[in-house]
């Protein structure tokens, strides 16, 4: 004859387990169709991937004729820290460079501060001569890689991958 108490206390879990089997298979499903959309969203996004611009509606972008040719870097795969493509196209570094003018800073601890040149891609300068600023990049809810460094003298660069290769904006 059957242990009763074990039997029973086997259909006692026997919902709790299902329910955990099911709950499972929910948050795999839900993690799959994010990541295909995160996958797919770039062709979607906007070009312009200054904070202002991906807030303001897109008649209130600017005009492309008439934007400086130096705050606009073409044809751009920024890449999230896991390698995968969160926005391809032209970027506009205008508002951020109208921002850095103004003084303003971005709540994220790395905006505004000394640029250390660690990597040794910008050219030698004394500690304290670079400054490196945030450029928002649509899709990533942090600080994302691209950055603005600019130098004691007014040069200015743009990194869209963090600090892996730099473009020279002033020129």
Do not use: C
């Given at each position: 004859?059957?242990?009763?108490?074990?039997?029973?206390?086997?259909?006692?879990?026997?919902?709790?387990?299902?329910?955990?089997?099911?709950?499972?298979?929910?948050?795999?499903?839900?993690?799959?169709?994010?990541q295909r959309q995160r996958d797919s969203g770039p062709a979607a996004r906007p070009t312009n991937t200054s904070p202002e611009a991906t807030?303001?509606?897109?008649?209130?972008?600017?005009?492309?004729?008439?934007?400086?040719?130096?705050?606009?870097?073409?044809?751009?795969?920024?890449?999230?820290?896991?390698?995968?493509?969160?926005?391809?196209?032209?970027?506009?570094?205008?508002?951020?460079?109208?921002?850095?003018?103004?003084?303003?800073?971005?709540?994220?601890?790395?905006?505004?501060?000394?640029?250390?040149n660690r990597e040794r891609r910008l050219p030698q300068q004394p500690p304290g001569y670079y400054h490196e600023f945030v450029h928002r990049?649509?899709?990533?809810?942090?600080?994302?890689?691209?950055?603005?460094?600019?130098?004691?003298?007014?040069?200015?660069?743009?990194?869209?991958?963090?600090?892996?290769?730099?473009?020279?904006?002033?020129?």
């Amino acid at each position: 004859m059957p242990n009763r108490s074990s039997s029973q206390n086997f259909g006692r879990r026997d919902p709790w387990l299902r329910a955990v089997v099911v709950a499972v298979f929910v948050a795999l499903a839900a993690y799959s169709a994010w990541q295909r959309q995160r996958d797919s969203g770039p062709a979607a996004r906007p070009t312009n991937t200054s904070p202002e611009a991906t807030s303001a509606p897109a008649a209130a972008e600017p005009d492309p004729s008439q934007r400086s040719s130096s705050t606009v870097i073409a044809q751009q795969a920024i890449r999230d820290q896991d390698g995968h493509v969160v926005f391809r196209g032209d970027v506009d570094v205008g508002m951020t460079l109208q921002r850095i003018k103004r003084g303003e800073r971005l709540p994220f601890s790395h905006d505004g501060i000394v640029f250390q040149n660690r990597e040794r891609r910008l050219p030698q300068q004394p500690p304290g001569y670079y400054h490196e600023f945030v450029h928002r990049t649509p899709g990533i809810g942090g600080p994302g890689p691209q950055r603005v460094i600019v130098g004691r003298e007014g040069e200015t660069y743009y990194t869209p991958d963090h600090y892996r290769t730099f473009k020279r904006l002033d020129e």
